[in-house]
């Protein structure tokens, strides 16, 4: 397992640690990683950006007779799919979806243009690479009568995003919002955009309703597991409180969408509910969750199943148990 020092690393380590079969590596960039004082076996390796990365990973699955290859970094996804076959000569095989299908759900610009060419529902969005373009969004997405959302095509963590508000108030964000709020003037906004070439963006109407992650774990595109769970605490953009709900809307929803592109491996959704009422797609992180081992709550370990699917293991999904609640905490390693 990659990213020993992810958010949901050491969540996900436990939920690896329970079953005995499995003799677990873990690694990480740092070496004073969370998941480094957690599991029996660990070793540092170099970041995704480096170019000996590939070449570090496929030597230590030879030397150790690595049979899963789990990641949980996004930045390493779009190198371990481009060298997917690599891993397979060696007898790893590796936790990824394929290289193009990727690339859709990896773009939030691209993800809404692909789902709305399959006729499903999406925010109203508009994709801008310049500024005029920027401008005349604006203008076509009913601003300033409705709020405004944009984010980065490619980017994760919430960076970049940022709600535009007719009303927002900088004296009001300035003392009684954190330095992290998502809230932006247009004003404010466009001046920071106008001084220099940004990256493209999609501009979209925001969604003002309840918000849920979906988990789901997904073979070779054959969708196995929807749960879809509902955020009611957030940290930083982390989800650290919620429940599992049985929202058939939902449900039905990610399986329209799952149904277009070949996934594979434990996939999260998220959607919001909009003014209309109806539930629409935030984003897909093509990769386990970090708060995906809240599932293990409502009974279904879902990074277990995960490697064992990997594995060739006849696997059973287990019930879900609707109405489980979760609240998440910090904890501390010392070493």
Same mark, same amino acid.
Request: negative net charge.
């Given at each position: 397992? +990659?990213?020993?020092?992810?958010?949901?690393?050491?969540?996900?380590?436990?939920?690896?640690?329970?079953?005995?079969?499995?003799?677990?590596?873990?690694?990480?960039?740092?070496?004073?990683?969370?998941? #480094?004082?957690?599991?029996?076996?660990?070793?540092?390796?170099?970041?995704?950006?480096?170019?000996?990365?590939?070449?570090?990973?496929?030597?230590?699955?030879?030397?150790?007779?690595? %049979?899963?290859?789990?990641?949980?970094?996004?930045?390493?996804?779009?190198?371990?799919?481009?060298?997917?076959?690599?891993?397979?000569?060696?007898?790893?095989?590796?936790?990824?979806?394929?290289?193009?299908?990727?690339?859709? &759900?990896?773009?939030?610009?691209?993800?809404?243009?692909?789902? &709305?060419?399959?006729?499903?529902?999406? /925010?109203?969005?508009?994709?801008?690479? +310049?500024?005029?373009?920027?401008?005349?969004?604006?203008?076509?997405?009913?601003?300033?009568?409705?709020?405004?959302?944009?984010?980065?095509?490619?980017?994760?963590?919430?960076?970049?995003?940022?709600?535009?508000?007719?009303?927002?108030?900088?004296?009001?964000?300035?003392?009684?919002?954190?330095?992290?709020?998502?809230?932006?003037?247009?004003?404010?906004?466009?001046?920071?955009?106008?001084?220099?070439?940004?990256?493209?963006?999609?501009?979209?109407?925001?969604?003002?309703?309840?918000?849920?992650?979906?988990?789901?774990?997904?073979?070779? *595109?054959?969708?196995?597991?929807? &749960?879809?769970?509902?955020?009611?605490?957030?940290?930083?953009?982390?989800?650290? &409180?919620? %429940?599992?709900?049985?929202?058939?809307?939902?449900?039905?929803?990610?399986?329209?969408?799952?149904?277009?592109? /070949?996934?594979?491996?434990?996939?999260?959704?998220?959607?919001?509910?909009?003014?209309?009422?109806?539930?629409?797609?935030?984003?897909?992180?093509?990769?386990?969750?970090?708060?995906?081992?809240?599932?293990? *709550?409502? *009974?279904?370990?879902?990074?277990?199943?995960?490697?064992?699917? %990997?594995?060739?293991?006849?696997?059973?999904?287990?019930?879900?148990?609707? *109405?489980?609640?979760?609240? #998440?905490?910090?904890? %501390?390693?010392?070493?």
């Amino acid at each position: 397992m +990659t990213g020993a020092g992810a958010p949901g690393g050491p969540g996900i380590i436990k939920c690896l640690q329970a079953d005995d079969s499995i003799a677990l590596y873990v690694c990480d960039a740092s070496d004073t990683a969370s998941g #480094r004082f957690l599991n029996k076996e660990f070793f540092t390796c170099p970041s995704a950006s480096d170019p000996g990365f590939i070449e570090f990973m496929l030597g230590k699955c030879q030397v150790l007779g690595i %049979e899963v290859l789990f990641p949980l970094v996004t930045r390493e996804l779009f190198l371990f799919a481009e060298h997917k076959s690599a891993f397979e000569k060696i007898g790893t095989r590796v936790v990824v979806s394929d290289f193009e299908a990727l690339n859709i &759900a990896n773009d939030k610009s691209a993800l809404h243009k692909h789902i &709305a060419a399959h006729s499903i529902l999406t /925010p109203d969005f508009r994709i801008v690479q +310049t500024f005029d373009q920027l401008d005349r969004a604006f203008t076509d997405l009913g601003y300033p009568d409705r709020k405004i959302c944009i984010k980065p095509s490619i980017s994760n963590g919430s960076r970049g995003v940022r709600i535009v508000d007719p009303n927002a108030d900088g004296y009001d964000l300035l003392f009684n919002h954190k330095p992290n709020s998502l809230y932006i003037t247009k004003d404010d906004l466009f001046r920071i955009l106008s001084s220099r070439a940004f990256p493209e963006l999609l501009v979209a109407e925001v969604l003002p309703g309840e918000e849920y992650t979906i988990d789901t774990l997904v073979n070779q *595109g054959q969708t196995r597991l929807i &749960a879809p769970r509902i955020r009611t605490r957030m940290s930083g953009g982390i989800s650290v &409180a919620g %429940e599992f709900i049985e929202n058939q809307e939902i449900i039905d929803y990610v399986s329209q969408i799952a149904a277009t592109m /070949p996934l594979h491996g434990p996939i999260g959704y998220q959607v919001k509910r909009a003014v209309d009422g109806r539930f629409k797609i935030l984003e897909i992180n093509p990769r386990i969750q970090g708060t995906s081992v809240a599932l293990t *709550g409502a *009974g279904v370990n879902l990074p277990l199943l995960a490697v064992l699917q %990997e594995a060739g293991r006849d696997i059973t999904i287990p019930a879900i148990k609707w *109405g489980t609640k979760f609240v #998440r905490f910090y904890e %501390e390693v010392y070493y």
